[in-house]
C-alpha cells in the first residue's frame, strides 16, 4: 500500500482490526501531511504520559521515571512524555546513548527543548543502577522501523535492564519486537526488551499479539492518537467480542441431529487417548452425535459413554465432519484411511499424524492437489510449527520468524483454511486473509490439548460453520478454556488436556 490513502479512510477501525507496518507508515503519513506541526507526537505523549501514571501511582512515592531515547520519533516521543511527567510533579531523566535524532526534525526539536529546560542527559551507570533500584523505563529506543537486531551499547543495555527486572512501557512497541511477525528482530542472535505495558500508536499491529513478542508486550494499549480516520484492515484480531457475535443461539426445538456427527479417525494402538481427547472435544463444542474409529480397531471411554465407535469401514458414513489424525500413527492402514478421508464429502479437519503423512508423501505436491479439489470452506488444517515446517519444507525457526506469512504460504498451497498454533495463533485462508488469536494461556502447553482444539474445530464444522469461521471460533474457545483455568493457577502449571472439554464448556457458556 502506497503512502496516499486520499479516499481510502473510514471514520473508525473497525473491532479487532490489525494494521501493518506499511499501513501505519502510510496511515502516519497522510496524517502529517494534514495535521498542525507536531501535533501527532504530542498526542503520543500524551498517551504514554497518562500509562505512566496509571503505572507510577502503584509504586512507591518518588519512584524516578527515566526515558529512553532512541534517535528517532520513538525517542521524541518518550523524551516529550518526560518533559510532560516533569511538569506534573514526577522526578524525570533521559538516558539517550550515543546517538542524536537527524537535526530539524520533531525528536531534534524535543530535545533541545530538553536541553534548554537545563536538563542534561544520565549515563548508563547511573541508569543501570536506577533500574535495579525499581525506576520506571519509558521504552522510546526503537519503535516498528528496526530492520535489523540492536547491536552495540543498545544490545547491551536491553539486557542489562532485563536482567534488572526493569518496571518498563513500551512505547508503540517493544525495542527490538518486529511489530508485523512478533519475533525478535534478529531471532536468537536478537534482544529486546521485556515491558510490563505497552502503549501502540494509531493502530493495533499483528505483532503484538503473536509469537515471541507475547513475553515482551505486557498489558496492551492503542492509542489512536485522536484523528478518527482509518483505512481497511490488513488483518483481524480474534477476541471475546467478536466470538460472542458469531456464536450462534440454540433453538428450543434443537435435538442432536440439529448439531452434527462428528466421526474422530485415530488412535492406533498405544495412542487412543489422542482420539478419545478429539472426542471429548468434539462434544464439549457441541457436536450432536460422535464417533471414534482407528486404525487399530476404535477406542473406548468407559467414562463417557456417549462416545460411540466404529470399525473403518464405515467411518465415512453419513457424518457431518470428520477429524483425522490424532494419534494415526504412520501405518499403511493409517494412510489408506486418510486417502478416503480426504475423498470423502464430509468438513474435514486434518492434524498430527494425518499432517505428518502428507508431508512425508508429498514431495510432488500430490496430497496437497488433492485438498485443493475439495469443496471450497470445507477443509481445516491445524499444525504446530514443527508439522508446518514439514509440510512447507521448512524448518520451526523459520515458521518463528514470521508466523503469519508462514500459515498464509500453507493455506495458499493447500487450498485450506489453517490454524498455525501457538501462542497467539494464525488463522489463514487460502484467498489470503489472516487473524490472530487473541486468547491462550501457557497452561495449554501440555500433550494432548491440540487434539482437543482438532475435535472442537470438527463440531464447530458439523454445526454447520464455515472452514475459516470453525477455526477463528475453536482457536478462540480453546485459548479462553486455557485462561479459566489460569484464572485459579496464576503459574499456569499442571493442567491435564482431559480437563478442557469441562472448560471449554463453560467458555462457551461464558462468553
Excluded at 116 to 128: D, M, N, P
Excluded at 209 to 238: M, W
Excluded at 252 to 259: A, C, E, L
Excluded at 298 to 322: H, I, N, Y
Aim: aromatic share 4%; with cysteine.
Amino acid at each position: 500500500m502506497g503512502s496516499d490513502l486520499t479516499g481510502c479512510f473510514g471514520t473508525a477501525p473497525a473491532t479487532g482490526a490489525l494494521f501493518t507496518t506499511a499501513t501505519i507508515r502510510a496511515v502516519e503519513a497522510n496524517w502529517l501531511a494534514r495535521l498542525p506541526h507536531a501535533t501527532l507526537m504530542e498526542r503520543a505523549a500524551q498517551a504514554c504520559t497518562d500509562a505512566l501514571e496509571r503505572i507510577a501511582w502503584r509504586l512507591p512515592r518518588g519512584t524516578p521515571l527515566i526515558a529512553l531515547a532512541g534517535p528517532g520519533n520513538n525517542g521524541g516521543d518518550a523524551l516529550l512524555a518526560a518533559l510532560k511527567l516533569r511538569a506534573i510533579g514526577f522526578t524525570c531523566h533521559v538516558w539517550s546513548g550515543a546517538a542524536t535524532p537527524p537535526p530539524g526534525g520533531e525528536a531534534h526539536e524535543v530535545r533541545a527543548r530538553w536541553l534548554a529546560a537545563g536538563s542534561g542527559f544520565i549515563g548508563t551507570e547511573e541508569l543501570l543502577a536506577a533500574a535495579r533500584a525499581g525506576a520506571i523505563m519509558i521504552d522510546g529506543l526503537f519503535g516498528i522501523g528496526l530492520g535489523r537486531a540492536l547491536g552495540g551499547e543498545y544490545a547491551a543495555l536491553v539486557r542489562n535492564l532485563n536482567d534488572a527486572g526493569c518496571t518498563a512501557l513500551g512505547v508503540d512497541v517493544p525495542s527490538g519486537i518486529d511489530a508485523d511477525t512478533g519475533a525478535v528482530v534478529g531471532g536468537s542472535a536478537g534482544v529486546a526488551l521485556r515491558c510490563v505495558a505497552t502503549v501502540t500508536m494509531i493502530g493495533d499491529k499483528p505483532g503484538l499479539h503473536t509469537g515471541a513478542a507475547l513475553d515482551y508486550v505486557g498489558q496492551l494499549s492503542v492509542a489512536d492518537l485522536g484523528t478518527g480516520e482509518f483505512p481497511a484492515a490488513d488483518g483481524l484480531l480474534v477476541g471475546g467480542d467478536w466470538v460472542r457475535q458469531r456464536l450462534r443461539t440454540r433453538p428450543v426445538t434443537s435435538h442432536k441431529g440439529s448439531f452434527g456427527t462428528v466421526c474422530i479417525i485415530g488412535g492406533a494402538q498405544g495412542m487412543s487417548g489422542a482420539a478419545l481427547l478429539a472426542g471429548r472435544g468434539a462434544m464439549a463444542a457441541g457436536a450432536g452425535k460422535v464417533y471414534i474409529a482407528g486404525p487399530d480397531g476404535p477406542a473406548f471411554d468407559p467414562s463417557q459413554p456417549q462416545l460411540m465407535t466404529r470399525d473403518t469401514e464405515e467411518a465415512l458414513d453419513d457424518v457431518s465432519a470428520v477429524a483425522i489424525g490424532c494419534g494415526l500413527g504412520s501405518s499403511h492402514a493409517a494412510g489408506v484411511l486418510l486417502g478416503r478421508a480426504i475423498v470423502s464429502p464430509a468438513a474435514l479437519v486434518l492434524d498430527a499424524d494425518a499432517l505428518n503423512l502428507i508431508a512425508a508423501e508429498d514431495s510432488a505436491g500430490t496430497s496437497f492437489a488433492k485438498l485443493s479439489a475439495r469443496a471450497a470452506d470445507t477443509t481445516l488444517l491445524t499444525p504446530h510449527p514443527l508439522e508446518a515446517a514439514r509440510l512447507l519444507g521448512s524448518t520451526p525457526a523459520a515458521i518463528a520468524a514470521d508466523r503469519i506469512a508462514a500459515a498464509l504460504e500453507l493455506a495458499r498451497r493447500s487450498g485450506c483454511v489453517v490454524i498455525l498454533k501457538g501462542a497467539g495463533s494464525i488463522i489463514a485462508e487460502p484467498l489470503g486473509s489472516w487473524s490472530v488469536n487473541d486468547s491462550g494461556s501457557p497452561a495449554l502447553a501440555s500433550a494432548g490439548s491440540g487434539d482437543v482444539l482438532a475435535g472442537m474445530a470438527a463440531a464447530l464444522l458439523a454445526q454447520g460453520y464455515g472452514a475459516l469461521e470453525a477455526a477463528q471460533l475453536a482457536a478462540w474457545l480453546h485459548g479462553r478454556a486455557g485462561e479459566v483455568w489460569s484464572e485459579q493457577h496464576p503459574r499456569h502449571c499442571g493442567m491435564s488436556a482431559a480437563q478442557l472439554p469441562a472448560l471449554i464448556t463453560e467458555a462457551i457458556n461464558g462468553v
